[in-house]
């Protein structure tokens, strides 16, 4: 994913936002992932959300409507912070 991710927005724009990017799980419809910082996390899904999803549903061969990214560490669907 992260190859195709490069090939479609291309090796600069991929190098400056999506170094340390993981993709933890498909949660239904929703690709949840961190990245290595909150900067990056609120890039990635303000501006490059749908390509994510785009490719993300190639690679996995699923459903993919919406993205949601955190920095590293932080927890999905909670109000909990790392300690």
Known sequence: MQAKLSLALGAR??????PGFEVLEVAGDELRG????EYCAATIDIHFSAEVA????????QRVRRTSFLMRGLKHDTDEQPA
Do not use: I, N
């Not at 961190?34 to 910082?37: D, H, K, L, T, Y």
């Open 34 to 37: 961190w990245a290595r910082s």
């Open 54 to 61: 785009r490719v993300a549903q190639a690679v996995l061969k």
């Open 13 to 18: 724009v991929y190098d400056a936002v999506f």
